[in-house]
């Protein structure tokens, strides 16, 4: 035994329990003006402020006796100015965060205090006896407040087993039941108590003392302070509960260092662990029925101790779980240890067989499966995050088991079944659980052949499901992902169908224009990205990806037909080059004109979007692709759609001008047609030509059917007459294009059309066409060079300096010697 006094004293300890409800009592040993300070505020209206004030100028005025006595070495008036001085701490007027101020005061005075007792110990005074001396205290909270600062001293200087000051302290420290005050005592006996613990290798540790004893108080005063705490809720009226449960808030870290003090004893083994200190620990989270209590502590528990221990004891702490009051956020907490136990198996791949050993996998998700069996009204939100934290343990515990990752996804989908499309945090949470296969696996193959993976996209709002379908586009682009058959296509385009086919909100919802734009270029480069060696193959995945964006509504076409157009481009080229080494039935169903009667499908359904420019683009480079094969009915048949659309869909005069000058340019390089087939479709440009609205935009486009005259690279176009003849017309409608300018502005205009003719009689002339003579140029020279001087003529910057760089061009043609000078000789400028 300690003390004699000690049993002597829990009489008058249990006297003082019911000191709480007391709630002003003040010391008649204060002074006169200590007295009319609190007489003061017993008057006023009860102020937080004023009673902190109050408390503070009590405490610290004692202090200064305190210290006064410490510094003339009177124990007798130190202890009595210290009782007073803690007194202040019996307030039951201030919330914790004020009390905490007061403490902290007191806190700073006590190791002052407690530095006093060492030196006192050293000398002559005996601290067995100042250890009954400060029981003599006349209220029990400074009383015990006193206690553990002596009992620190006590068992620093080791007259006396650490574990028996230890127990005697925190049986004492019963005698305080009010809450606030008893978790402020209970705190600092832990604080002063923690560096003194009998642990391994700690100076305390002994015969008398083991690691055992340490932990008996440290979980026998959790315990305790987890009782006060939980008594909280029911101190005060009910009104009142949604303040006090946040001033419990406020006061859960006292509770939590408790365990973190566990922690940090290094005597405690995997063990004893498991045997003493984890079945204690979960004993009390369970008995005190307390929602806020019980998440908070059983986080704490995965935040201190070791990975390694929960992994171990992983049924154990499992097992409390369903135990839990329904409204714990049980999801919280069983997220938080898998996310722990995948980065504990993530930090080295030695430790993974641990998890194989304790069937980890099954334990958790069978844990998971408990709890929310016992929470009927957990929201799909709290289901979802957990099945995505286990799918993210089994990802990095078991990347090889893909059957765990779709029985994950399969549970998911039974518990979101019947709830129609999800909405708000639970698809956040459905994203981050089909995301995490493709950012583990970088290969979304590995997605395609999980079956319940298309289930749980049916479940998102559509969207919800466009930003998956983001998500899946964006990892095959980044890994770029070879997407190599047609089922693995079909299977991602019915993944994806988010984006190329419209949902049901798309009528009603006005998307963003930019938005929708880079969502469908996404889509094309999918599309594009599609590749395989074997040509039918290939032209399966052409077929497969035209059934699924056909449906896609005329506003997706126009973005998802042209990357299919030229992908199917590619395979006839590619088709066309391997033709004379593969044989026939190796190429039977993947021919050129298999893939042009595809194609030319494809196009018509652009054309009646409407598109019209678009399908006219696409059909002249089918035609030109048809070229290259030699076929020439299928070039034929593509330029006659191209003919058609237009003289019927393009009506607007730019969009003419453009979609002419590609007729023209793609014609110009076609060699596989016959004469007849050729006459024919450079008679309907050059017609079309003519039909232009503006003069300039007929003067052009009529020279430029010069070119389907005059074809270097292919024999036997070489009609110097019909060149001259487009080029003469097209001076006819310059020159017209000239008297309207006066007639309407009164001058003459630019004489830029003049100079265009000029340049394109010289490039003939030059390429050997006998029917453009020097003359003739001559001509044009001195029209151009009387237009620019006449006095009606408009300034033409532009056309001043053209015409300068073609009289350098002619100039530099005779510098150069040989035959090109002597043809050019002639010409003066």
């Not at 510094?71 to 007073?84: E, F, G, P, R, W």
């Not at 005075?109 to 601290?127: D, G, N, P, T």
């Not at 957990?378 to 893909?402: C, K, Q």
């Not at 980044?478 to 994806?496: C, M, P, Q, R, W």
Request: contains cysteine; aromatic residues 8%; charged residues 25%.
């Amino acid at each position: 035994m300690l003390s004699p006094n000690l049993k002597a004293d829990f009489p008058k300890l249990n006297s003082e329990i019911e000191d709480f409800n007391l709630q002003h009592i003040h010391r008649s040993t204060h002074t006169n003006t200590d007295r009319s300070i609190r007489n003061m505020i017993s008057d006023a209206v009860e102020d937080e402020e004023k009673w902190l004030t109050a408390g503070i100028a009590g405490l610290q005025q004692n202090a200064f006796y305190m210290h006064r006595a410490l510094d003339s070495n009177n124990v007798k008036d130190a202890l009595k100015y210290s009782a007073q001085m803690l007194s202040e701490l019996r307030t039951s007027r201030l919330s914790p965060h004020k009390y905490y101020e007061l403490y902290m005061r007191a806190f700073d005075e006590l190791r002052k205090l407690e530095i006093f007792f060492k030196e006192e110990s050293r000398r002559s005074c005996s601290i067995i006896e100042l250890y009954e001396l400060v029981q003599h205290a006349g209220n029990i909270l400074p009383r015990l407040y006193l206690l553990c600062t002596v009992g620190s001293v006590y068992i620093k200087s080791k007259e006396a087993p650490a574990k028996d000051i230890l127990k005697d302290l925190v049986e004492m420290c019963r005698g305080i039941q009010h809450p606030l005050r008893g978790l402020f005592l209970r705190s600092y006996l832990s604080q002063v108590s923690r560096d003194k613990l009998p642990d391994i290798g700690s100076e305390y540790e002994g015969d008398e003392n083991t690691v055992m004893d340490a932990v008996e108080f440290v979980l026998q005063n959790f315990t305790e302070m987890n009782k006060l705490w939980v008594r909280m809720q029911h101190q005060g009226p009910a009104r009142e509960k949604e303040k006090r449960e946040k001033e419990r808030n406020e006061l859960r870290d006292l509770v939590g260092k408790n365990l973190h003090v566990l922690s940090q004893i290094e005597g405690i083994d995997l063990e004893m662990y498991r045997d003493v200190v984890l079945p204690r620990i979960l004993e009390q989270v369970v008995n005190c029925k307390d929602e806020l209590a019980q998440y908070y502590l059983m986080d704490c528990i995965i935040q201190v101790f070791p990975d390694e221990y929960h992994l171990q004891t992983l049924e154990t702490l499992l097992g409390a779980c369903p135990q839990l009051q329904p409204s714990v956020d049980i999801k919280t907490v069983l997220s938080g240890l898998m996310d722990r136990l995948s980065n504990y198996a993530a930090s080295s791949v030695e430790v993974l067989p641990e998890f194989v050993q304790v069937e980890a996998f099954a334990k958790l998700n069978s844990a998971i499966g408990q709890v929310i069996e016992a929470q009927p009204d957990m929201p799909v939100f709290g289901a979802v995050t957990l099945y995505s934290s286990l799918l993210t343990f089994t990802l990095h515990v078991h990347p090889d088991r893909l059957d765990y990752v779709d029985q994950i996804l399969g549970a998911c989908v039974s518990k979101i079944s019947g709830k129609g499309k999800l909405e708000g945090k639970a698809t956040k949470q459905i994203v981050a659980l089909l995301s995490a296969p493709l950012e583990k696996y970088s290969d979304i193959d590995i997605a395609l052949k999980l079956s319940n993976y298309p289930l749980v996209m049916e479940y998102l709002d559509d969207s919800t499901n466009k930003v998956m379908s983001n998500v899946i586009i964006q990892s095959i682009m980044k890994n770029k992902t070879h997407i190599s058959t047609a089922d693995k296509v079909g299977a991602l385009f019915e993944l994806i169908k988010g984006l190329i086919k419209d949902l049901d909100s798309d009528s009603n919802d006005e998307m963003d224009e930019d938005d929708f734009k880079e969502e469908q270029n996404f889509v094309a480069r999918l599309i594009q990205m599609l590749y395989n060696d074997n040509p039918e193959e290939m032209l399966k995945i052409i077929c497969t990806v035209k059934k699924h964006i056909m449906t896609g509504g005329p506003k997706r076409l126009p973005f998802t037909i042209p990357p299919l157009i030229y992908n199917a481009l590619k395979l006839v080229r590619r088709v066309q080059s391997q033709e004379e080494n593969a044989s026939e039935e190796a190429t039977a169903s993947a021919t050129p004109k298999k893939i042009f009667q595809i194609l030319n499908q494809t196009i018509e359904v652009l054309s009646t979007v409407p598109v019209p420019e678009l399908a006219l683009r696409l059909y002249l480079e089918c035609a030109e692709a048809a070229n290259d094969c030699d076929l020439e009915p299928v070039a034929y048949e593509f330029f006659t759609q191209a003919y058609i659309l237009y003289e019927e869909e393009i009506s607007d005069s730019k969009a003419q001008v453009t979609a002419l000058y590609l007729i023209i340019g793609t014609l110009q390089r076609m060699h596989t047609f016959g004469v007849e087939n050729r006459d024919t479709l450079t008679h309907k440009a050059t017609g079309y030509s003519a039909k232009l609205l503006k003069k300039p935009d007929q003067c052009r486009a009529v020279y430029a059917c010069s070119h389907l005259f005059w074809a270097e690279d292919q024999e036997g176009i070489k009609d110097g007459e019909r060149v001259l003849l487009c080029l003469k017309r097209a001076l006819r409608i310059a020159n017209a294009a000239q008297q309207m300018a006066n007639v309407t502005k009164g001058s003459s205009g630019s004489v830029i059309l003049f100079i265009e003719i000029l340049n394109k009689y010289l490039y003939f002339f030059e390429k050997g066409n006998t029917q453009i003579t020097v003359a003739s140029i001559q001509g044009l020279i001195e029209l151009v060079t009387n237009e620019m001087q006449s006095d009606s003529a408009t300034s033409d910057p532009a056309a001043d300096a053209f015409f300068s760089s073609t009289i350098r061009y002619i100039q530099s043609q005779k510098a150069k010697g040989g035959a090109t000078a002597e043809k050019f000789e002639p010409i003066k400028v």
